[in-house]
């Protein structure tokens, strides 16, 4: 069969020479190589901070070892946020002006997840690897929600932390009336005011990873202060490479001083949760999601008159009261409404 050559000659199939091969410019015939370094000596950390494309982490739990970092080329995109288990390498000395790379991200034991809304199905992953979340909540000033509540509980449960309401403004208004609406889930209660002794708060903290999550106004800076006398310091731990800079748009998580951290969050405007489920809602009770195993197809679990046939409405004594407080929760989770 003929073929055209550059320039309008034709040729034949055996007219062909080595002048007619092209060779693409730029590139090589060396493979790429899909084998990946070890990093044998690399490592283990917590991320503390996040601040435009740098993470502060502090190496073997130790908050005066803290190091910034980069993420290396071989993780591509993956998602990095405070409380994270990473290996690091490279420049270990947390000296200014030095960068470490983060090689590897451990498995997640819990996740605080929200969407923008309800009707946004991108997940934002909030703080990772929390054993608690303390729900700040003011009793007055702003006047508390219990719709806020109600959705900070369903992400605790399904992402597996113990939650914690914690209640401020206690000279404005007395905590009990609205403690007394999560009594059936067994949630413990600490009431944090400005004149109220900050020793039971810290109590429940020291040891533990614990994520603060409230409204903007609540008192959760104030309170963040009293647990950690240097938390104005250490807010800015990271920002660019060495250089400190406030970062209370950012979660950071700081050293308690008796040991374990604290994650201070941003001040939550929405707390969307369309990544979940009323069954992810009742499978984090075990009682609850025994008994939901004889609930028919498509049951929502809220009962008569929408689900007459419901089995969680067959339990009895604790369970029966813990399941009015979840169907609380599921309509809150239904409601669309992230501040009902």
């Known amino acids: 069969m003929p073929v055209r050559r550059a320039g309008g000659t034709v040729l034949s199939r055996r007219q062909y020479d080595e002048s007619d091969v092209r060779i693409r410019p730029g590139k090589g015939s060396r493979p790429r190589t899909k084998n990946r370094p070890e990093h044998a000596d690399a490592e283990e950390a917590m991320v503390v901070s996040v601040d435009r494309g740098r993470w502060g982490c502090v190496l073997g739990g130790d ?50 997840r929200r969407t923008a809304d309800d009707t946004d199905p991108y997940e ?23 719709g806020f509540v109600e959705r900070a509980l369903v992400a605790a449960y399904v992402g597996g932390l113990n939650p914690i309401l914690c209640l401020t403004k206690s000279d404005l208004a007395t905590p009990d009336e609205f403690a007394a609406t999560f009594a059936n889930l067994d949630i413990p209660v600490v009431v944090a005011g ?50 400190g800079r406030h970062t209370s748009t950012q979660s950071v998580a700081l050293a308690l001083p008796g040991g374990g951290w604290v994650v201070d969050t941003p001040g939550i405007r929405s707390f969307g949760l369309a990544h979940i489920s009323p069954e992810d809602v009742v499978d984090a009770f075990i009682d609850l999601a025994e008994a939901a195993e004889d609930c028919p197809r498509g049951c929502t679990h809220l009962g008569p008159p929408a689900d007459p046939e419901c089995a969680l409405d067959n339990l009895t004594g604790e369970s029966a009261g813990r399941v009015e407080a979840v169907r609380r929760l599921l309509v809150a989770l239904m409601s669309n409404e992230p501040w009902a």
Do not use: F
């Not at 703080?127 to 006047?143: F, M, R, S, T």
């Open 63 to 112: 908050p005066e070892r803290l190091v910034v970092a980069m993420r290396a080329r071989e993780l591509g995109r993956t998602p990095i946020v405070v409380g994270d288990k990473v290996d690091v390498v490279g420049d270990l000395s947390g000296r200014p002006d030095t960068l470490a790379r983060i090689v590897r991200v451990a498995d997640r034991a819990t996740v605080l």
């Open 124 to 146: 934002r992953v909030v703080v990772a690897n929390a054993q608690q979340l303390l729900i700040v909540v003011a009793l007055a000033d702003p006047p508390p929600r219990t």
């Open 194 to 243: 400005r004149d109220d002794p900050i020793e039971p708060v810290t109590e429940m903290l020291t040891g533990r990873v614990t994520a603060l999550i409230g409204h903007s106004g609540v008192g959760k800076s104030t309170m963040v202060n009293r647990l950690v006398p240097e938390a104005d310091r250490a807010t800015g731990v990271v920002s660019g490479v060495g250089k």
